[in-house]
């Protein structure tokens, strides 16, 4: 390599050398002719005055000017020519200069990079002119793909009732530190006390120098197939990482009559657990599932069900169509997706109807005050109470009890600390007294079902400390313990037209008979958690011996 550098770096000097003698020469064959041509005129200038000395004493001369100006002029362009000449020579051996520092810094970084890899490159083989010398080391350098380092040993366990993770991994061999740090890591991606029986959990180790094995891994998998993985990254640091498994969707239908509670009855049916809720979810508002359904009544369901790579299921779905006969009265219900990419469950005519509120803003609610004409506690003559009260103690959590939007937060009069919810563009619902408005809690922001939006105060025009709670509909205080109060929905126009032909399709498709549809198979039984924490002891309460009278009175008399 040092010779092929050395033979080109000496092929370039020498046509550099070349070319500069070709550039003096020529610049002084100019330089000759310049100084000839002047000298040239100037002696014609010199023999005219001598021949037409007669009129030197006139003033006007113009022969003699225009040779004169010609000498100048030419002076003057020769001096230009060279100066241009010199200049461009020196560019040239700049460029020439900073080129042959570029080459040979490249072919160095060349010779560096493979001399542990390939054999050195010919000269031929750079990158020419002009070529982005960076982009093409770039594109032909591909980094290795990482590869996944993988237990040399790897014990299974199988956990068992009353068996905890700490439990198995004791049995596995794991020190009490390795324990905690593996327990430690887990934790971020999987809660530990839900870890079921008959789940199962792998301990991976790898041989060390001394030949003895040293803990890499442990890794739970649960029924479904999810795998919960603590590598060791560091001699005492674990990280964590999950493994979602690959499953697959098959379409399948079930019915049966209603014996019992709906849950149990729609699961001995093969419906996946959260369809189940999907179902309930559809139909909640029109039907109560704990006061409306009768023995005798039935369903049918039509899902998209998970199986696992082993073919088991993995209990969950997707509910695409559900009925009810209620009573020979049917129910339908189509899961639709809209022009906005909402998908949601209407029944026949495109119209939702869905209970407003799915809980209560107190979880131990206590009523004290009811929604109409009372004598009031403060003012003492009787006025309109345009709300229901609950009696809490302060501090007690307010949940909002639907989905909606805050549209007031803040103090407003004699109702103390106020939030004003606005689930639809017909109920709106208001909590007052409030002794503290949660700190996220601000105007324009979207509640879910549940969600803490201030504490149980005595703020404002209060005897004692309670939640106000009032339900407005088209702007009208109205009782907010109404027995079924649904918000409804309802596709027009061309959302409309797009539902019709979705519900078609799926009448045609999934409810036709073109369509062979496998009948679910009943899932298997939910696994209960192994370990549920330390079982607090029972106190004994020692028996107190009971004074009778007969006895006080000897111990008096004695």
Not at 55 to 80: D, E, M, N, V, Y
Not at 111 to 125: C, G, K, R, W, Y
Not at 330 to 348: K, P
Not at 360 to 386: A, C, D, N, V
């Amino acid at each position: 390599m040092t010779d092929l550098n050395e033979t080109s770096n000496s092929d370039r000097k020498e046509e550099q050398r070349s070319c500069l003698e070709r550039i003096s020469a020529l610049t002084k064959k100019l330089w000759e002719q310049i100084g000839q041509k002047a000298a040239d005129l100037a002696e014609d200038d010199f023999d005219f005055r001598e021949s037409d000395a007669d009129f030197s004493h006139s003033f006007a001369f113009p022969s003699p000017f225009r040779r004169r100006a010609k000498t100048f002029q030419a002076f003057i362009a020769g001096g230009l020519i060279g100066a241009a000449s010199v200049l461009m020579l020196t560019s040239y051996l700049d460029s020439e200069a900073v080129e042959e520092r570029q080459m040979a810094s490249l072919i160095q970084e060349r010779a560096a990079e493979e001399q542990t890899l390939t054999p050195i490159a010919e000269v031929a083989d750079l990158p020419l002119e002009g070529e982005n010398v960076l982009q093409t080391a770039s594109a032909d350098e591909k980094e290795p793909p990482a590869v996944e380092l993988l237990p040399d040993n790897v014990e299974t366990f199988e956990v068992k009732p009353k068996e905890s993770l700490a439990a198995v991994l004791k049995k596995g061999g794991l020190t009490n530190q390795e324990i905690y740090r593996v327990s430690l890591a887990l934790e971020d991606i999987l809660d530990l006390t839900r870890i079921q029986v008959g789940d199962k959990i792998e301990v991976g180790t790898v041989k060390s120098d001394a030949g003895e094995n040293v803990l890499f891994s442990v890794t739970v998998e649960d029924r479904k197939g999810f795998r919960y993985t603590a590598s060791r990254s560091d001699e005492e640091i674990f990280e964590a990482s999950l493994k979602e498994p690959d499953v697959e969707l098959k379409t399948e239908y079930a019915e049966a009559e209603i014996d019992g509670p709906f849950i149990l009855s729609a699961q001995n049916a093969g419906v996946p657990t959260n369809v189940v809720h999907q179902m309930i979810w559809a139909f909640d508002g029109p039907v109560d599932f704990e006061r409306d359904l009768r023995k005798g009544d039935s369903f049918t369901a039509v899902f998209k069900k998970e199986y696992n790579t082993e073919g088991n299921p993995t209990g969950n779905g997707e509910l695409m169509y559900a009925s009810l006969t209620l009573r020979n009265k049917v129910l339908e219900r189509y899961l639709y997706t809209d022009s906005h990419d909402h998908s949601d469950y209407y029944d026949e005519t495109g119209k939702i109807a869905r209970k407003l509120f799915i809980m209560h803003p107190l979880k131990r609610p206590r009523q004290t005050s009811r929604f109409g004409m009372r004598k009031h506690p403060i003012l003492g003559y009787s006025t309109m109470h345009w709300g229901a009260d609950f009696g809490a103690p302060i501090g007690t959590p307010i949940r909002a009890p639907g989905e909606g939007t805050i549209v007031k937060a803040g103090r407003l009069g004699s109702y103390g600390k106020y939030v004003k919810i606005k689930h639809n563009s017909e109920y709106s619902s208001a909590y007052a007294h409030m002794s503290r408005i949660h700190d996220k809690i601000r105007v324009g922001k979207k509640v879910k079902p549940g969600e803490i939006i201030g504490y149980v105060g005595n703020t404002g025009r209060s005897t004692g400390p309670h939640l106000h709670w009032e339900l407005h509909k088209n702007g009208k205080r109205i009782n907010p313990l109404t027995q079924k109060i649904t918000a409804q929905k309802k596709l027009v126009g061309t959302e409309l037209r797009r539902f019709y032909a979705a519900r078609d399709k799926i009448r045609a498709d999934l409810l036709g008979s073109t369509t062979a549809i496998a009948k679910a198979e009943p899932l298997p039984e939910d696994r209960r958690p192994a370990y549920q924490g330390p079982q607090k002891a029972k106190k004994k309460v020692r028996a107190r011996p009971r004074k009778t009278a007969s006895r006080v009175t000897k111990e008096r008399k004695g």
